[in-house]
């Protein structure tokens, strides 16, 4: 190249060379690059055919740097160097001196492929082509050229100037030095360069996408409304926005397509794009750009949601649910722990029952510790501590549960364990209790069939740490009395959680989309697609993921995740759903995460 080389070029250095980049195509993921390049230090030629867009460009690095110098992270000095060195330019003309390219135009085939040949006549012999395609075939677009292996993929996340992660997609012609330059370029940016291989997704899309395919197909198929699904994916595994709420803002249109690669590549059926994708995209009801997606918005382009026919009404007020004091709590492990605190903080007698005195008072001793703690951090009063451990009665026998108005189960996750202990319920427990099951993959009716009076039972999946979660799926089967579920929405007010409505299936709505999800994290690894490390920086910097899937699977255990994943199997049988052989080999090797000290990653012994 006719420039330093990038391993001694950065923007932070005084000795820095910059680079010359230009930018073919400014919409929103144009601009933001730019803004990036720009503030970086870099030349930067931004090139779109659509004059508005162009000023469009403009005025966005105007305004934000404007605000930088507002906050103090920029003079006015440095905020004009960095508006001169943006330039815009109605034709490809503008990129002969180009170090670098970066195609962002529309996600089709032929007009990334047109660009291309067109830059390939252009641009010096050293200049290095990227694409910022999600879902086309880099090596595809390379052979156009002749120069194969000066081309590659960089696949920045919107919004571009916020996110960390950049995607640096290596083809099978793509020169060694050319993804080094380009990688050490990204780095610079303060940006985090993971690399990738050349297929549909890459890591952080190839893993999303799947996940909000099997959301919109859950809606489509009336399982949950989009509000439930939503706010269960928000409030279960603490993601930034919900499936569908994200499916508007990618773009229908976008998610569609990015689908439609998926599929022709891989075939699973799980990334065949679910019908009301294809719907919503023929219809022009493209998400948040066209106004209607899976919400409706103020406007176009708005991020206001306004209510339309689907948004739901409080359909539980008006049935009232039966009335509760005494709530019972059934085990002593972590959870049972966990739901009788948060009873006891809201101020419900408590009666936790175990299968001896022993571990009854151990629960119970346990609880109180916890509690101390939140005083200790300053979230109770030592009163309100003492109050809530006043209300909850250890008790070695279910017996104890005869006056009880809710009796949450929380034992072993084993069917016939939880039958056994429902045919107790339903001797001791007085007419008109709720009986609710917390299982996370069980059938709630199976348990019901149990009992003579199927119609009081429901399920109540609490999350855990049950205290610190604020989601509970409320789990309604075919034999479930409307009362029933009024009066677990009403006891989840009660407790200031947030209750979502799913039916009877394996693993309700956030399971039944988490683990899918790790079973193809994993499935990368399997064929040594990516490493552990960067599928979890990828979901984490790219997809706003709290912790990666390899670090959720260690936390969770291995083997509940593949008994979770057999149960999806089972219920749906996909092949897709299969459960990943590295997964099975490990929990037969007795790596079974954090609680062995081995799993997908090796941990200190405690």
């Known amino acids: 190249m006719d420039r330093p080389s990038t391993s001694s070029a950065s923007p932070s250095s005084a000795t820095a060379s910059p680079w010359v980049v230009a930018i073919v195509g400014l919409g929103t993921m144009g601009t933001g690059i730019a803004e990036v390049l720009t503030r970086a230090g870099h030349e930067v030629v931004g090139i779109d055919t659509d004059a508005a867009a162009a000023r469009r460009a403009v005025t966005a690095l105007e305004r934000s740097t404007a605000h930088s110098v507002e906050r103090g992270r920029f003079s006015e000095a440095e905020r004009a160097d960095a508006l001169a060195r943006f330039r815009t330019f109605p034709d490809l003309q503008a990129v002969a001196e180009a170090d670098l390219v970066i195609e962002v135009v529309d996600e089709r085939y032929e007009t990334k492929r047109d660009v291309f040949t067109a830059l390939d006549a252009l641009v010096k012999p050293g200049a290095i082509l990227a694409t910022g395609t999600n879902a086309l075939s880099v090596t595809r677009l390379a052979a156009e ?100 709420a994200l499916l508007d803002l990618i773009g229908v249109d976008t998610a569609t397509t990015v689908l439609e690669a998926m599929f022709e590549a891989s075939r699973d059926r799980l990334h065949a794009p679910a019908p009301i994708l294809k719907q919503l995209t023929a219809a022009g009801l493209l998400g948040r750009k066209s106004g209607r997606g899976f919400y409706s918005y103020e406007a176009p382009g708005s991020t206001a949601v306004v209510p339309d026919a689907e948004t739901p ?33 809201a101020g419900f007698d408590v009666v936790l029952a175990a299968r001896s005195q022993e571990k009854a008072d151990t629960a119970v001793a346990r609880l109180a510790g916890s509690l101390d703690r939140s005083v200790a951090k300053g979230r109770l009063t030592q009163e309100q501590r003492d109050q809530a451990v006043a209300r909850v009665t250890p008790a070695g026998s279910y017996d104890a549960f005869a006056d009880a108005d809710l009796v949450v189960e929380a034992v072993a996750e084993d069917l016939l364990v939880k039958q056994q202990l429902f045919q107790t319920l339903d001797k001791v427990c007085k007419p008109g209790a709720v009986l609710a099951t917390t299982t996370s993959s ?99 910097l790219g997809g706003g993921y709290p912790m990666g899937p390899f670090e959720l699977l260690d936390v969770v255990g291995l083997d509940v995740s593949l008994a979770i994943e057999q149960v999806l199997h089972e219920e749906f049988r996909d092949p897709g759903l299969a459960p990943a052989p590295l997964l099975e080999h490990l929990v037969s090797a007795g790596c079974l995460g954090r609680k062995t000290g081995r799993g997908f990653r090796e941990y200190a012994r405690r």
């Open 145 to 244: 050229t002749a120069r194969p292996d000066r081309v590659l993929g960089l696949h920045f996340f919107a919004p571009a100037p916020a996110m960390k992660l950049v995607e640096v997609v290596s083809t099978v012609l793509t020169a060694p030095e050319a993804t080094a330059a380009v990688t050490e370029l990204v780095r610079t940016l303060d940006k985090e360069p993971v690399p990738v291989g050349d297929r549909p997704g890459f890591i952080a899309d190839g893993l999303l996408f799947g996940y909000l395919n099997q959301a919109a197909a859950m809606y489509e198929a009336r399982y949950a409304t989009r509000e439930d699904i939503d706010a269960a994916m928000r409030l279960g595994c603490g993601l930034p926005m919900g499936p569908l």
């Open 313 to 345: 009404g409080d359909s539980h007020a008006r049935v009232s649910g039966r009335i509760v004091r005494t709530v019972g709590v059934a085990g002593s492990g972590t959870m049972a722990t966990g739901i009788a605190e948060v009873f006891a903080k």
């Open 442 to 540: 069980l059938p709630v009716v199976a348990i019901a069939r149990a009992t003579g009076r199927p119609q009081d039972v429901v399920g109540m999946h609490f999350f855990n740490p049950a205290p610190a979660m604020k989601l509970v799926e409320v789990v309604r089967t075919v034999l479930t009395a409307d009362d029933v579920v009024a009066t677990v929405h009403e006891a989840c007010a009660a407790v200031r959680k947030h209750a979502v409505d799913c039916g009877d299936r394996a693993g309700f709505i956030v399971n039944a989309l988490l683990f899918p999800y790790l079973n193809n994290a994993v499935k990368m690894v399997q064929d040594h697609y990516a490493s552990v490390d960067d599928i979890d920086a990828a979901m984490k």
